[in-house]
């Protein structure tokens, strides 16, 4: 299969990037800045990620949509508000994970933005799940654009007028050369920041005007450090289908009145597992050293004991250290636990800890 | 005199008397990106041609330095564990990795010069 490409390819190349496959598209892991000054760029000013690989599934329909759609997501989807966003799960029966995601409501329906590598097979078990029931587009000519960092919002509003306006997990229609791009207060670096869905047509064009008010380009690299950091989850790494939302600590993701309903798709499990616990957990871990302890890699006690696994590591620019999540047995999750990672043969301490790594606040109540 | 030669792993090595210096080339250090952890032999211990001496990570992934002459290390560069970044500012000057003291000087011949370096690298970049 031929890889794709992104509208903002030609501006990739013409920033020098450095190319990955990823999810069957040609995407940039890196520019000539390199990582790490990418990560601070974002942190300090405002990084702009084309995240066109993502998808954009549009599902219209009224108020027998909301029903259905509450059959499969445990949110509370009635009182979700027009232009208000919440960041949920598609599921199995076991609440295994199939992908997570944010939905928005808009006029007539939703958007629900998808991973790249599960979009298609999202489709396919939303379409089933909604008996071909609704008009859905995942659509593939729209690209999706992030700026994230704390001079986003001046970057921004300098183009859009009035952006700075929308609260932190919230969007509206706003005109960029007459056309209509949806753009919404979020993102996945933890700083404040945009993503903005805008037509290919005009994707290269808007990214460029963001470059010329002083925004910078930022590759897959630093966008895993930077979420990372955030002690956000990547799909595939932290979640799958064999693990849960409970066992991913992000219960706060599920509705409670949801659950006292238990109508949703795996809400036998996840009743059961907020009832009686789980065998195992998601946790920050912050090694003692300057170790990088990578996905795979095992987790023991200080009896010795295999414990758990890293699902991702790396350094942290910010934290100016090493950092990582992994799965422990429950009853080592506690913050301050000590642990010991092996790499290379060798056992290294490490404690669980917090996330996320690194903090800042996101916007709210600026209306 | 001392003579500085490179290897097919991306290591250079300057022999100056009995004592080899190594460290990484300039178009390793590209080739990995920021360097954020270094791992490097003990000092006394014996490490044997095209084994591996070392770690260096990159936030993105962790390779294996490899020593292209046998010897027994002698010293080692602590600043380049402290901070990993100096790696990626003067890779061929002042982070250097260890010094070994040889055993068989006759190890330097199989080694490429800096002219077979740089085609070699041109090469495997593209």
Redesign the interface.
Known sequence: METKKTSLYQLHQDSKAKFVEFAGYQMP??YSG????E?KFTRNHSGIFDVSHMGQLFIYGNEELVNDLEKIFPLNLKKLKLNHSKYSFLMNNEAGIYDDLIITKIENGFLIILNAACKENDYKILSKLLNNKYEMVLDEKRSLIAIQGPKSVEILNDIIKDVENLNFMTGNWFLFNDQKIYITRSGYTGEDGFEVSVTNEFADKFTRKLIEKGAKLIGL?AR??LRLEAGLCLYGHELDKDKTPVEANLKWAISKERISRGDFIGSDIIIKQLNDGVQKVRVGIKPEG???A?EKTKIFNQSNLHIGEITSG??G?SVNG?VAMGYVEKEFSKKDTKVFLEV?GKKHPANICRLPFYKKNYVKGVN | MSEVKYSKEHEWIKLEGDTATIGITKHATEMLGDIVFTELPEKGSNVEKDGTAGVVESTKAASDVYTPVSGEVVDTNQAIVDDPSKINEDPEGSAWFFKLKMKDQSEMESLMNKEEYDKFAKESAS
Do not use: K
Not at chain 1, 34 to 37: A, H, P
């Open positions: 892991i890196q390199g990582i790490v000054e990560h690299g895993d450090t300057r170790i990088i990578r790396t350094f620019p090493p290379r």
